[in-house]
């Protein structure tokens, strides 16, 4: 993989880790000090540019490429499926042993539907996504290949109309169905357009700082405004396919391409166990949390700042030791990662 691509890469899992670590304190709006609550809400700011910059990553390694369309679904669609399985029925057994209480039969298949059919866990969402952007792919990429420079734009144009799409805009828009041109599809056609025609330079730094400091601090403003007008957390602007979002993702997708573009040894060791962090990282992240969560803050500003960042890095190091391990297992190296 290109540097920059897998150093991006890593980046964005080590934020999926630091946002799913700090987000269950935004929910303690009334029991956690107002300055400690900005705190955790400007950190979760920060991460929700993690998935759609993996997004923008597939497209720009994916969309370019020329391959049979069953070579295509065949390569994708078994490095994502083996994984899920074996993580689905992991995470299954998890819940059962973990809740620690008697089960039936019927509760055993109702709850093994939902996982295989819904979500074993809340981050299973993501797989999802990523499976139907999959099947789209080749579609897709059979008018990418073909498109000039302004048809791209065009598609990025109307895109970014729907970005400003939310709950309390929706009403003052124009009523035009836009559903093609909307959520993550535009971040994979994004992702290609930045890798293909983007050469990074002083120029496009600057852009990219611009649009991360107004996409964090847009997505961190209008959550602490909206939650605190509400009494309870306002999750409206966290929405990842909103304008503040996608600001933050470019921004940052621009920063890595001139910044990232170096190779480091130990950042590949943990891109080639980077999907098997993400399954894992929950349940690590659910055990750990029973034993050390706080109910609320009372600590110093910058004892929450540690407090967060240790926790994060002892997860994320603890995911990728057990991914890094489970993979010395012939059988499972390519069921877990």
Same mark, same amino acid.
């Given at each position: 993989m290109i540097n920059y691509l897998s150093n991006l890469r890593v980046l964005a899992i080590f934020l999926v880790v630091l946002g799913h670590v700090a987000i269950p304190y935004l929910y303690e709006l009334h029991v956690t000090s107002f300055t400690n609550w900005s705190i955790v809400n400007f950190i979760s700011a920060v991460a929700r540019l993690s998935v759609p910059v993996f997004v923008m990553i597939t497209g720009a390694l994916l969309l370019g490429r020329i391959e049979p369309l069953d070579l295509f679904l065949k390569k994708r669609l078994t490095r994502i499926l083996r994984p899920f399985i074996f993580w689905t029925i992991a995470y299954i057994i998890f819940h059962f042993t973990w809740a620690g209480n008697e089960i039936t039969t019927s509760e055993v298949v109702r709850k093994t539907v939902h996982a295989f059919f819904k979500e074993a866990d809340y981050h299973f969402w993501f797989i999802y996504m990523i499976l139907g952007l999959y099947l789209f792919m080749p579609i897709l990429r059979l008018w990418i290949v073909n498109a000039k420079e302004r048809d791209i734009r065009y598609f990025l144009f109307l895109w970014l109309i729907t970005t400003f799409y939310n709950d309390y805009t929706k009403v003052y828009l124009p009523v035009v169905d836009l559903i093609y041109f909307s959520k993550y599809v535009g971040y994979l056609v994004l992702g290609y357009y930045i890798h293909k025609f983007i050469?990074? #330079?002083?120029?496009?730094?600057?852009? +990219? =700082?611009?649009? !991360?400091?107004?996409?964090? /601090?847009?997505?961190?403003?209008?959550?602490?405004?909206?939650?605190?007008?509400?009494?309870?957390?306002?999750?409206?602007?966290?929405?990842?396919?909103?304008? #503040?979002?996608?600001?933050?993702?470019? +921004? =940052?997708?621009? !920063?890595?391409?001139?910044? /990232?573009?170096?190779?480091?040894?130990?950042?590949?060791?943990?891109?080639?166990?980077?999907?098997?962090?993400?399954?894992?990282?929950?349940?690590?992240?659910?055990?750990?949390?029973?034993?050390?969560?706080?109910?609320?803050?009372?600590?110093?500003?910058?004892?929450?700042i540690v407090y967060i960042s240790v926790f994060t890095l002892v997860v994320f190091f603890l995911s990728f030791l057990i991914i890094h391990l489970l993979r010395k297992v012939p059988v499972l190296d390519k069921w877990v990662n």
């Open positions: 050469k990074p #330079n002083t120029y496009t730094n600057w852009v +990219g =700082a611009l649009m !991360l400091f107004i996409g964090v /601090l847009s997505t961190y403003l209008l959550t602490e405004i909206f939650s605190f007008r509400d009494g309870e957390l306002n999750t409206v602007f966290l929405n990842l396919t909103l304008l #503040n979002n996608a600001l933050s993702s470019c +921004g =940052a997708f621009l !920063l890595g391409m001139y910044f /990232l573009n170096r190779s480091h040894k130990i950042v590949e060791k943990i891109d080639k166990n980077i999907f098997g962090i993400y399954f894992v990282h929950v349940m690590i992240l659910k055990i750990l949390s029973a034993y050390f969560f706080i109910d609320k803050f009372d600590y110093s500003p910058m004892m929450t």
